[in-house]
């Protein structure tokens, strides 16, 4: 990101923000398959917007679908321990 | 035996495990409230609203009230609920104006230093900051340096949660 900015005066430096933008790229999927070197901040905030939105969405569809199946099982507490099992994986 | 995948990080496992605990809690209890045989469309959307309600507050309460957006997520989350039962529109009204007016003493401010410096890179950069206020639970009360640091954080718990609900949904749907 080009270090136009004389915003000193505010609360974030140059360098406090290519820190953050930079500590995001490494989040994102898309962005940080072999590439080296680092993207624009814009294309870096874009980027986080996509994800997000993406994340969210599957919350929601995932919601829907335990939705669908939950109406017909019964969740025991060892069905809870398996899980926890599982997800430690 | 717990694997410690990023120790220096949110330590994952444990917000894994304590997002899991609470979340299937929340399950077992949507489960037990309604009779299978009911599965009227309306009822079926209310069921998910629940789930979808559940995953977020069982992810804002893993993480308590150590983030700003997990905070901002449960007081969302509570003031809808008590405005569902109450019916009172006020305290969410004043909240927004608040929002309003912090969000519009935030964007002025950008505007200025937009003037005072070259290039399109910093429109868009404002404009791409604003969007990702929106998303950000609470985001629109930070400052940039706040809005980013919340946003990484709030990332990893997202994808927390994704892996959860997935591997849940797919062990119920065996």
Known sequence: ?89 | MSPMNNPQDLNPSSLKSRFTTRFLRALTKINGQKPISSSSPREMFQRYRRIKVAADKSMAWSVRSRRTWSRAMLWKLRSRYSCRQASSSRRSSVRTSTIIKSRQAKTSHEKENKNTTTGQDEVGFVVQADKLRKLVPGGEAMDLCNLLGETAHYIKCLTTQVQVMRKIAHFYSL
Do not use: H, W
Request: hydrophobic content about 35%.
């Open chain 1, 1 to 89: 990101m080009s270090s136009q900015g004389s915003r000193a005066s505010n609360k974030i430096t140059d360098d406090e923000l290519n820190s953050l933008i930079l500590k995001l790229q490494t989040l994102l999927p898309q962005l940080n398959q072999g590439r080296n070197g680092r993207a624009s901040a814009t294309k870096v905030l874009n980027e986080t917007c996509c994800y997000i939105r993406k994340l969210q969405k599957e919350v929601d569809d995932l919601s829907e679908r335990l939705s669908q199946r939950l109406g017909s099982v019964d969740i025991t507490s060892f069905d809870a321990e398996i899980l926890k099992g599982l997800l430690q994986q």
